[in-house]
């Protein structure tokens, strides 16, 4: 995301750190700043704000947020806008589906001057990549930038009808904004009049109620859309925009109704004439959230995770950079507090803790409910809670405390199985109700066949004839911090979420290593050991290790989307890599001065059976008398006899190929033959991918001359063109010596003829000549 | 020049991984393994990463028509070791990965990572702070010096980018660090309570640490190969000078 220096300035009365100094602290404490690049004298930051800090982050705001808390800089607090009151009652009525909308806001202005935006406006989009378009459409945008919460602007006079609906798309086919047809389907979601679809909910605006310079009134936008659809939609359409994106990651609906207030003001402020009329503001909002998120923090945890000593008083001051509103509680006192002031409160099963609590209940949702006001978070689910709580006997039971029974009501059944906590774990009572104990022997609760929450006599109540387990969340006395999570902090959620805050603000660098003490391990051989006891083998005898490709143009596992046609499969083995290398490098076999090319390869192949891992060896033999098949069967041999152990079925070709599958043989290696790894590195050194050009000289030398003298003479006159050089034949006769070498030649730059080579041939045979001491055989 | 020798040459993955398997052993570590071919379970969901979560989209993924997947890290094995051991247990798993994007000179769709995992009671940001510094000084000498910084991977929390200060310009900035002076190595982090829970260890009794490099990465570092595709070729002139 594009952030403006001088956009992110306006935040803050006091002077920010030049950017360079900002990009550095953004980057150790909050996010990543690829780049800063200049802009007429304004410096825009690249940065990438992590998919989790989406929801507050992706805005100039939510960076100035984050730069308030890194330079302990106050922001402003003029951003808290002023609703523009209404004018008029919109005629306009909203049908919102709440499977894609959290929320829908919407409000009607007439009479708007739709202009070329004032420079101060074409400005901030500018500076940060837009396009200016219009004062209405680059309002809506400012909006979406500044804060983070996408908006969109209709022409009211294209709307066909009254009704505002957010539905399945009307038609197969919308033009959108741009001009392009995009095909919808049932699952996508759409803006829509009586006739039309308007927008693509959450991604893109349609052509048909744009927003241009002739249009006088508008229907503002401001909605809380479902990720998943927008994600969906986005992903089918393949259609990502500013919007999708800040949809998709999740946003608080808290959002839309400040985004609403700041466009109407830039409206009044930049968009308006001396008719303009804001009508009353629409609000489609079913289940409001009613209360921050609360998350519980126990101050020691903070340093037990970090592995660094950071005291309270310095772990609050960070809370309250961060603008969260905390205070410390009696974990079971704020409980039965808590609890007690339910009582009378309906049961409905399945009540959601976020959005339904203090209105109805199930057993569940209230104990739940209750810990995590108080700072302790626990499962929703009464079974999942089964397993959360430690056991404590009966006997120890204290107010509090809760108390899990199977009442044998079968309408919401019994469970068996956890599904969050530890999924799977089986209860064989069954569990399907819990309680709080309030002492004296009473149970407080929310049953269906009360109807409500209660208290009632443990031995008396119907639900508690069968308990199955007494448990206990925390020891009486225990303390906890409760954290109001502001909205927009959708990341914070549990108390490692809150402890991550704190020691990136705190700075990791203050976090000093510490040696961990571990177990002992036995010192067993893996299939990984065994596998390199294989490979070690193999390059004792010269062979090399190539790794090739895992996707081939046929197979029987086929991949959705290939890079390429000839990539679509899975290889079945490795038949195809090492054929295709052997020839490569057989090519060039002068290159290495070797006459048989040797290979091997360990690696998965993937067959309808399944996942093998299989070692391939390959041979390609120019020698005479030692056919790649004979090397092959001596390799197999060798590793049999090395290893002791019988290599089984062998797939092959036979011919320049074998095939072993690893896997059932792996486990009968019981000795490791591992010499010869290094963490040394050799610099790599680019080759040449124009053809080599060879050339042999067979010298005799008196004895008066050596081989070093013959090989000074070859670099001396060769020059850069010469790439190796090899002594292949050596052996003296009557007082003489004769040596052989093979030349290699090779440019980087272009294929070498003869015309290049034979004048250095003949400059090293002259040189040679010159010598009485040599002669050229 | 080169010189002959009748012994043949490792990939320089192959060397490069078991450098670092060495330096773990010592530490206590076991080497475990993995299936390259996994399901969705132990690749995203059992690792924090939901479907239909932008989340997902950090990594492209190889989608099988049998309905699986080319793992996209090698942090499945994580799942599956957690799945089948009790803690404490302290382990690396080497291996191929695959990523769904188009390739050039630094990026493959086949490439290797190295994972380390350790689930123990009372793991803490400091001892990983301790495996980095030890596992990256051996690796790339003793005076290299790393950085955490914040970033998100769904399977850890904290999690971390590391840096490493740029060994060519000492940290004052050059044009391999471009000029930032650190080089980003590898992500790390204390393994999310979400993780351990899915795979049925309470993250209340237990704690971990986990972090994933690229082998062709550290390679390319250590050698200056400057073309990672330069690795799957099975070209001898490429394998032949390590």
């Known amino acids: 995301m594009k952030v403006s220096y001088t956009w992110l300035q306006q935040y803050f009365e006091t002077q920010l750190p030049p950017p360079k100094e900002l990009a550095d602290l953004l980057n150790i404490r909050a996010f990543e700043v690829e780049d800063i690049e200049e802009h007429n004298g304004d410096s825009i930051f690249e940065i990438k704000v992590t998919p989790d800090r989406a929801p507050d982050c992706l805005s100039h705001l939510g960076i100035a947020r984050e730069v308030s808390i890194h330079t302990d800089l106050p922001l402003k607090t003029v951003w808290e806008v002023a609703d523009v009151p209404a004018d008029f009652e919109t005629v306009y009525a909203v049908d919102a589906d709440p499977t894609i909308c959290n929320r829908y806001m919407l409000r009607e202005i007439k009479n708007v001057s739709v202009t070329e935006s004032p420079l101060e406006l074409k400005q901030k989009l500018e500076s940060i990549g837009q396009r200016s378009i219009n004062t209405i459409v680059d309002i809506t945008n400012i909006v979406m930038y500044e804060i983070g919460q996408p908006m969109h602007a209709f022409d009211a006079h294209k709307i066909d009808g009254k009704v505002i609906k957010i539905a399945p798309p009307k038609h197969t086919y919308i033009t959108t904004l741009d001009n392009r047809e995009v095909a919808l389907t049932i699952e996508d979601f759409t803006i829509q009049d009586a006739q039309d679809d308007l927008a693509i909910a959450g991604v893109k605006g349609g052509k048909k109620a744009e927003v241009n310079t002739q249009t006088t009134d508008i229907i503002l936008e401001s909605a809380n859309f479902l990720p998943v659809h927008v994600r969906k939609t986005s992903k089918r359409t393949g259609i990502q925009t500013d919007s999708s994106k800040r949809f998709e990651n999740g946003l608080t609906p808290l959002l839309a109704r400040k985004a609403l207030a700041l466009a109407s003001e830039y409206i009044q402020k930049y968009a308006s004439t001396s008719a303009t009329q804001f009508s009353n503001i629409i609000d489609v909002y079913p289940r409001p959230i009613r209360r921050p998120y609360a998350v519980g923090l126990r101050i020691d945890a903070v340093s037990q995770k970090l592995g660094v000593n950071i005291s309270e008083e310095k772990i609050l001051h960070i809370l309250d950079k961060i603008g969260i509103q905390y205070k410390q509680v009696n974990v079971k006192e704020s409980v039965l507090a808590l609890v007690h002031e339910t009582i009378g409160v309906p049961y409905k099963w399945g009540a959601s803790v976020q959005f339904d609590s203090l209105d109805v209940f199930d057993c569940s949702s209230l104990t739940s409910f209750a810990y995590a006001q108080s700072g302790v978070q626990i499962p929703r689910i009464s079974v999942d809670q089964f397993f959360f709580a430690p056991e404590i006997k009966k006997e120890e039971l204290e107010p509090g405390d809760l108390i899990f029974a199977n009442t044998g009501n079968l309408v919401h059944g019994i469970h068996a199985k956890s599904v969050q906590f530890l999924p799977g774990s089986i209860v064989e009572q069954g569990v399907d109700h819990v309680g709080i104990y309030i002492g004296d022997g009473k149970v407080l609760h929310a049953g269906s066949e009360i109807g409500a929450v209660a208290i009632e006599s443990i031995q008396e109540s119907n639900y508690f004839k069968n308990i199955v387990k007494y448990g206990q969340l925390v020891k009486t006395g225990e303390t906890r911090y409760v954290l109001e999570i502001p909205y927009e902090r959708m990341d914070i959620r549990s108390e490692i979420d809150i402890i991550e805050e704190i020691g990136r603000i705190y700075g990791y660098e203050q976090i000093t290593p510490v040696q961990p003490i571990l177990d002992p391990q036995s010192a067993q051989i893996t299939t990984y050991d065994a596998i390199n006891t294989i490979k070690s083998h193999l390059i004792d005898q010269g062979f090399d290790e190539v790794i090739t490709y895992t996707f081939l143009k046929k197979g029987d596992i086929s991949v959705v989307k290939p890079l390429a046609q000839d990539k679509a499969y899975l290889r079945t083995t490795l038949h195809k890599g090492l054929t295709d290398a052997l020839e490569l490098n057989f090519k060039n076999k002068e290159l290495y001065t070797l006459d048989v090319i040797k290979i091997f390869e360990v690696g998965h192949v993937f067959t309808d059976e399944g996942e093998k891992t299989i070692l391939g060896i390959g041979v390609k033999s120019a020698h005479k008398k030692q056919k790649s098949k004979q090397i092959l069967e001596e390799i197999l041999t060798h590793i049999e006899q090395s290893t002791g152990i019988t290599l089984g079925v062998v797939i092959a070709d036979a011919q320049e190929v074998v095939e072993i599958v690893l896997d059932p043989i792996l486990d009968s290696i019981t000795h490791t033959h591992n010499s010869l790894y290094t963490l040394s590195p050799r610099p790599y050194a680019p080759f040449s991918l124009y053809p080599f050009m060879t050339r042999d000289i067979a010298v005799w030398a008196n004895a008066s001359k050596s081989k070093a003298d013959i090989e000074k003479i070859i670099v001396d006159l060769s020059g850069e063109l010469l790439v190796r050089y090899d002594l292949f034949d050596e052996f003296s006769k009557d007082g003489r010596s004769s040596y052989g070498y093979r030349l290699v030649f090779q440019s980087f730059e272009r294929t070498l003829t003869d015309d290049e080579v034979n004048p250095i041939m003949e400059s090293i045979y002259n040189a040679l000549k010159s010598d009485p001491d040599f002669e050229i055989r | ?242």
């Not at chain 2, 191929?96 to 793991?123: C, M, P, S, W, Y």
């Not at chain 2, 940001?125 to 510094?133: C, G, I, K, P, Q």
Request: negative net charge.
């Open chain 2, 1 to 242: 020049m080169n010189q002959i020798s009748t012994q043949g040459h490792l990939h320089p993955n192959t060397s490069m991984i078991e450098g670092i398997v060495r330096i773990f052993k010592e530490m206590g570590f076991v080497v475990v393994d993995g299936p390259e071919m996994e399901d969705e379970w132990h690749n995203f969901d059992a690792l924090n990463v939901p479907k239909d979560h932008t989340s997902r989209d950090m990594q492209d993924t190889f989608w099988l028509r049998n309905g699986k997947l080319l793992r996209t890290h090698t942090s499945s094995v994580q799942i599956r070791h957690i799945e089948s051991h009790k803690p404490p247990f302290a382990i690396v798993a080497p291996g191929k990965v695959f990523r769904n994007e188009a390739t050039d000179r630094t990026h493959e769709a086949q490439f290797f990572q190295f994972e380390a995992l350790v689930v123990a009671k009372d793991i803490t940001v400091a001892h990983l702070r301790y495996y980095l510094e030890t596992f990256l000084k051996k690796v790339f000498g003793d005076d290299t010096v790393i950085r955490l910084r914040p970033s998100f991977f769904p399977f850890v929390e904290p999690g971390f980018e590391v840096d490493m200060q740029c060994g060519v310009c000492k940290g004052t900035g050059c044009s391999t660090c471009k000029k930032s002076g650190w080089i980003e190595i590898l992500g790390a982090g204390l393994v999310h309570p979400n993780v351990l829970n899915s795979a049925g260890v309470d993250p209340r009794e237990w704690s971990g640490l986990a972090f994933g490099v690229g082998v062709d990465r550290l390679v390319m570092m250590q050698t200056r190969l400057d073309d990672i595709r330069n690795l799957y070729t099975g070209d001898l002139r490429v394998i032949r000078q390590f």
